[in-house]
């Protein structure tokens, strides 16, 4: 139910999601090579604009 509900119709299959939940979920398929660096370089670039938020929301709150 959830693989027909995510249009999944071959294994591997890997999404990314961001967004939150209900219409503002956004889904994003990995196309990219299936190596370990290729997927960890994936991984780092998707996540790197809400670690570097929650590095600077850190700080901030450390500062004053």
Do not use: W
């Not at 990995?30 to 600077?56: C, K, N």
């Amino acid at each position: 139910a959830v693989c027909s509900a995510q249009n999944v119709q071959g294994y591997p299959t890997l999404n990314y999601y961001t967004g939150g939940t209900g219409p503002s979920l956004h889904k994003t398929e990995y196309t990219g090579g299936r190596r370990l660096d290729q997927m960890q370089s994936f991984a780092e670039m998707a996540v790197a604009p809400f670690v570097s938020h929650h590095y600077q929301m850190l700080f901030m709150l450390i500062d004053f």
